[in-house]
């Protein structure tokens, strides 16, 4: 397929970039669990009889948190959940509309964290109300999990890619307006997925939309990793 003028970037197929964000997101999830039940198998619960990991800097033992990070909202247990339950979904979704795989990445390995720790709230009856399971003590000052180390890391991380100006370029395009895309010649379906090529001048009309009613398509940059 022939273009007049260079695309900025091709926004990966949809199939690619889900399997990429859930495969992500399943590890994380499944790898705080692993240790967690590990945790509750081997590890005391009295901070006297800690485990040390790195001398007395951090140690490990069992302990139960029922609200948010640094034990805050305990008697608020539904609350925390129904927070965590929507923080998690919107991070996975921009995760999964990013067409740029270190947002992707990035945005899964914080989706998984959540989820981890979703899971263990999940289990209280009535749903929602269990406690979370932490063993990392640090310095004493405060006890978290595997989750909450990929968490940590993805908003480090997250902060590196705003200083570095990496853009986000969150794309929501209706039917209507893939199919006008489709018909300029501006984007393809490759069997597995609409492959999007957005161009910085790029505006496409809904048809399903009044007269003058168009979505102008964020600006693209290019993208140091090959357009991902």
Known sequence: MHFDDEPTFRAQNKLGRWFF????????????????AIAKDYL??????AVPLIGNFITLHLTHNSGAALSLLNSKTLVVTAISVILV????????LTPHRSWAGVLAMIAGGGMGNLMDRG??????TGAVIDFIDYFGFFVGNVADIFVVLGVVAVFVLIIRKKPL???WLSKAQIATLESQGKAENTGRGKVIW???DASVSDNSASAGDSTDLASARDNSEGGQ
């Open 44 to 49: 005391p619960e009295n901070p006297a009889d």
């Open 21 to 36: 964000v859930l495969l992500i997101c399943v590890v994380v999830a499944v790898l705080d669990q692993l240790t967690k």
């Open 89 to 96: 979904f919107a991070v996975l979704f921009a995760a999964l």
């Open 198 to 200: 957005v161009f910085e």
């Open 169 to 171: 370029d969150v794309l």
């Open 123 to 128: 289990r209280g009856e009535p749903w929602g």
